[in-house]
């Protein structure tokens, strides 16, 4: 028999069974409302965030005078505010999905953390608290 009547009677090949961990990207956390993330990764990533925030006004503040922004100081933390507020908030709604909570418990912890003493509480619960185990209503957990 030749080998060409041989792969056109040849079964399939099987489909993969999904797998119980989901790599994702820097983009997808960043960016992305979707998912979950873990306690070490929400950590490496929220460092990450504030690194590059930093970095960001102190580059700018250092290559262009802030007079010359339009609002000066404040426009220049308004550049860099409103993109790092955008990509914090994907990473504590993405930590809540872990928990198998609603991204909308992110507002309250929006307003814990403006709270003297009480954000540094919710901090490290938010860190130390594990997450569901398994897959949940927000997808599989994540590994980076």
Not at 52 to 71: F, K, R
Request: charged share 10%; glycine share 10%.
């Amino acid at each position: 028999m030749s080998t060409d009547a041989q792969t056109l009677g040849a079964q399939p090949p099987p489909i993969p069974q999904p797998q119980e961990i989901t790599h994702i990207s820097l983009w997808r956390v960043a960016l992305s409302y979707n998912g979950r993330l873990g306690r070490a990764a929400f950590f490496g990533f929220g460092v990450l965030l504030n690194v590059n925030a930093l970095s960001a006004v102190l580059a700018v503040a250092a290559w262009v005078n802030p007079s010359q922004i339009p609002g000066g100081e404040v426009g220049l933390l308004i550049s860099v505010g409103i993109p790092y507020l955008y990509c914090a908030m994907a990473l504590v709604v993405k930590r809540l999905h872990d928990f198998n909570k609603p991204g909308s418990f992110a507002l309250l912890y929006l307003l814990l953390m403006l709270v003297p003493v009480l954000n540094a509480v919710v901090a490290i619960a938010v860190l130390a608290i594990p997450g569901t185990n398994g897959s949940n209503q927000y997808g599989n957990p994540t590994k980076i």
